[in-house]
């Protein structure tokens, strides 16, 4: 796709993240193989790579969605982290994979697993396209990673700019002079 001035660059073209989901897909096939599964996704960010993750896994899958919130408006984190929206489902004592768009300070995701995991389900793992490393703000590591990625701002294939952006197909880096960084 061609994009506009708002995008620097793309940074995981669409054919390397299908590449990706599927060997996400199979790896997750496998460690739960004989086992049921619930895979969560973190709205709004998590909803393209959720939809074709789950079908990429193969066996006994729910869903189910949840939604908190950490960030302000623009590139910046508030720190504060809210629940949106919750489970529709009880968890306690099922196979529960979370799947988040980005894990960049840890805040969000930290937050998450701590409130699930007080609804002891029988076990709970976190599945993330990408990570940023290098900006933890708490010690946090997700199971599964697509992509591990540099500290740039991305937009695209699910991640938004101002709630703008997330149907582009690809992984983008946003052009600084975009938030004015
Ligand atoms: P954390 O709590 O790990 O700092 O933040 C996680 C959330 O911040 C992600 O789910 C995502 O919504 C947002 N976020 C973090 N880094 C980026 C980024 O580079 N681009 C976009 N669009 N959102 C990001």
Do not use: W
Request: net charge negative.
């Amino acid at each position: 796709m061609e994009y506009g001035k708002e995008i620097k660059k793309v940074l995981v073209c669409k054919e390397r993240i299908a590449e990706r989901v599927r060997e996400l897909g199979e790896q997750i096939s496998r460690d739960y193989e004989g086992e049921s599964i619930t895979l969560v996704c973190t709205l709004r960010g998590g909803c393209v790579f959720f939809a074709d993750l789950i079908r990429a896994v193969r066996g006994d899958v729910e869903i189910d969605f949840i939604a908190v919130s950490s960030y302000g408006a623009g590139t910046k984190t508030s720190g504060e982290v809210k629940m949106v929206k919750d489970l529709s489902e009880p968890i306690k004592g099922k196979n529960i994979i979370v799947v988040e768009d980005i894990i960049d300070t840890g805040v969000t995701l930290s937050y998450l697993k701590k409130l699930l995991e007080a609804r002891e389900p029988k076990s709970l793992k976190i599945c993330s396209l990408l990570d940023k490393p290098s900006r933890r703000k708490v010690e946090f590591e997700g199971d599964y990673i697509g992509f591990e990625i540099e500290n740039e701002y991305v937009v695209g294939y699910g991640l938004d700019f101002n709630q703008k952006m997330r149907h582009y197909p690809d992984v983008c880096v946003l052009a600084p002079e975009v938030y004015g960084g």
